[in-house]
C-alpha cells in the first residue's frame, strides 16, 4: 500500500511538472509545413545558385588575354592602377588588367601588342597592335577572352579616355568573336564617341576634344555615340569619318586611297600570300659573299617580309623590293595629299653609320618620282636605324633627318604630306616606284606594311 501511494504521488508530481499544453497562433502540423518549405526554397535556391555558378564559369568567365607596352622611341609614362604616380618606361612592360594610363610626348611612340595567351608569350599569335604616336594618351581598361572554348562572347579589349593619334592593326581574329573599343570619354561615361572594331583591318584614329575622325585602310569600323547607338555608322574600306562631338554630326568622307597593292603583308591570307612577292619585285645585291635574303614569314605573331644578311659579312649589300606603277606612273598630281605609312622593327645592323648616297641604314625608304615639269625624275628618301654611335643624322639627297629608334621595337611611321616636304617647283606629278631595303653588312629588319595614300588634306 505504501509503494502504490508513493507511484501515485510521484505521477501527481510528474503531471504538476510538464508544461501546458500548446496554444501558439500555428498548428504543430503547420509548423512542421513551413520548416518544410523553407528547407525545400532552400535547397532549390543552392542547388539553382550552383547551376547558374557553374553555367556561368563554363560559359561567360573571362581571362585576361596578353598586353604587351612596347616603346619604339623615347619615354612613356604609365600611371597604373589608382596610384596617380606617372612611371617613366622606356623598355617592354606587360600591362595587367587594371586601369592603367598611358601617354607619349611629341618624341615618343609606343605600341600596346594584344595576343591571346599570356603563357606563350611572343610565339603566340599577335591579335592586335594599337600604337600611340606623339602626343597621345589613353587608358587601358581590360584585354579579356573567354575561359572555354564554347563560349559565345568575344575577346574583348578595351581603351578609354582617348585623346591624340592612333594606328591600329588587328591581324589575328579568327572563328573567334572579337570586339575591340575605344571611347573618347571615360569608361561609365553617358557622352562621347565609341569606336568599335570586330575583324581584322588597318584603322587610324584621332581624337580632339572637339572631334574624333576615324580612317579605314582595310576592314570595316562602327562609330556611334554613346547616349544614342542607333545612330551607328558604318566606315568601309577607303573612308574617313568625322564625329563632331559637340554637334553631334557624323559626317563620311571617301578620299582616302592606298594604291599600293599586297602592302598589309600581316592581313594577307592564302593565295594573297603567294601574290605579295610578285607585286614586290625584291632583290639582292653585295659587292662580295655572302648574299643577303628576303622572305615573307611569321614573326613575332605577324606576317612580315624580312629582309637580312648575315654570315659575317663585311662588305657593303643589299636587299631591296619595289612596286613600279605601269606605263608613264601613278598620276598625282589631283590629289592634295601623299604620304608614306610603314610598320616594322629593326633587329640588327652591325655599322653604326648610315651612308651618305642613301645607304647603309637598316632600312631606307624611297619614293622615285617624276617632277612637275613631266620631265625629271627625282627621289625621296627616309632612313631609320639604331645604333646612335656616330650616326649620320642625313643623307646627301635627304631632305629630312634619319630617324632613331629603339632595337627590337615596331615602329610605325608616317610620312606626313610628301607636297608640304618637297619644294614646290620639285613635287611629285607622277609616281614612278616605291621602294624600301636593308643595306650595310649585316642587317636585319622587318617590315609589317607598307602604304602609299592619296587623298585629300587632312587639315582643317
Not at 118 to 146: C, I, W, Y
Not at 431 to 459: C, N, P, R, W
Amino acid at each position: 500500500m505504501d509503494v502504490m501511494q508513493q507511484a501515485e504521488e510521484v505521477l501527481e508530481a510528474a503531471s504538476q511538472d510538464s508544461p501546458p499544453p500548446y496554444s501558439g497562433p500555428l498548428s504543430p502540423d503547420r509548423i512542421a509545413w513551413l520548416v518544410l518549405i523553407a528547407a525545400f526554397i532552400l535547397f532549390c535556391t543552392v542547388t539553382l545558385s550552383t547551376a547558374l555558378g557553374v553555367w556561368h564559369y563554363l560559359f561567360r568567365s573571362t581571362v585576361a588575354m596578353s598586353a604587351t607596352l612596347q616603346v619604339a622611341t623615347g619615354t612613356v609614362g604609365i600611371v597604373p592602377g589608382a596610384d596617380p604616380t606617372v612611371v617613366a618606361v622606356r623598355e617592354d612592360r606587360e600591362l595587367t588588367n587594371t586601369l592603367t594610363g598611358i601617354s607619349t610626348d611629341s618624341l615618343s611612340q609606343a605600341t600596346i601588342l594584344i595576343r591571346e595567351n599570356p603563357l606563350e608569350g611572343d610565339s603566340s599569335t599577335l591579335l592586335a597592335a594599337v600604337t600611340l604616336q606623339g602626343d597621345t594618351q589613353l587608358k587601358f581598361n581590360f584585354a579579356r577572352r573567354p575561359r572555354f572554348e564554347w563560349s559565345q562572347n568575344p575577346q574583348h579589349v578595351y581603351f578609354s579616355a582617348l585623346r591624340g593619334d592612333l594606328d591600329i592593326m588587328v591581324s589575328g581574329v579568327g572563328d573567334r568573336r572579337f570586339l575591340m573599343e575605344f571611347a573618347s570619354d571615360d569608361l561609365g561615361s553617358t557622352e562621347g564617341v565609341v569606336v568599335q572594331i570586330r575583324n581584322n583591318g588597318r584603322f587610324r584614329v584621332s581624337v580632339t576634344e572637339d572631334e574624333v575622325r576615324v580612317l579605314n585602310l582595310s576592314g570595316e569600323a562602327f562609330v556611334f555615340f554613346r547616349e544614342d547607338e542607333s545612330r551607328r555608322a558604318v566606315v568601309s574600306d577607303g573612308q574617313e569619318l568625322v564625329a563632331r562631338i559637340g554637334a553631334r554630326s557624323l559626317t563620311r568622307r571617301n578620299d582616302s586611297t592606298n594604291v599600293l597593292q599586297s602592302g598589309s603583308f600581316s592581313l594577307l591570307r592564302g593565295p594573297q600570300l603567294i601574290g605579295a612577292l610578285t607585286d614586290w619585285q625584291c632583290s639582292v645585291r653585295q659587292q662580295q659573299a655572302p648574299p643577303g635574303n628576303f622572305s615573307l614569314e611569321p614573326f613575332d605573331g605577324r606576317v612580315s617580309l624580312r629582309l637580312n644578311r648575315f654570315n659575317n659579312a663585311q662588305s657593303n649589300g643589299e636587299v631591296r623590293c619595289t612596286q613600279t606603277f605601269a606605263g608613264d606612273g601613278l598620276s598625282v598630281a589631283e590629289f592634295d595629299s601623299l604620304r608614306i605609312l610603314t610598320t616594322f622593327r629593326t633587329d640588327y645592323q652591325s655599322l653604326s653609320v648610315c651612308g651618305r648616297a642613301a645607304s647603309e641604314c637598316p632600312l631606307m625608304l624611297q619614293v622615285t618620282y617624276f617632277e612637275k615639269n613631266g620631265q625629271d625624275i627625282s627621289h625621296w628618301y627616309r632612313g631609320f636605324y639604331y645604333a646612335d654611335a656616330d650616326a649620320r643624322k642625313r643623307c646627301d639627297t635627304c631632305i629630312e633627318d634619319h630617324v632613331n629608334i629603339n632595337q627590337g621595337a615596331w615602329y610605325t611611321f608616317d610620312s606626313d604630306n610628301l607636297f608640304n616636304l618637297i619644294a614646290e617647283d620639285e613635287k611629285p606629278a607622277r609616281v614612278k616606284s616605291v621602294s624600301f631595303y636593308a643595306s650595310g653588312h649585316q642587317f636585319d629588319t622587318i617590315v609589317s606594311e607598307m602604304i602609299l595614300l592619296l587623298g585629300e588634306s587632312t587639315a582643317g
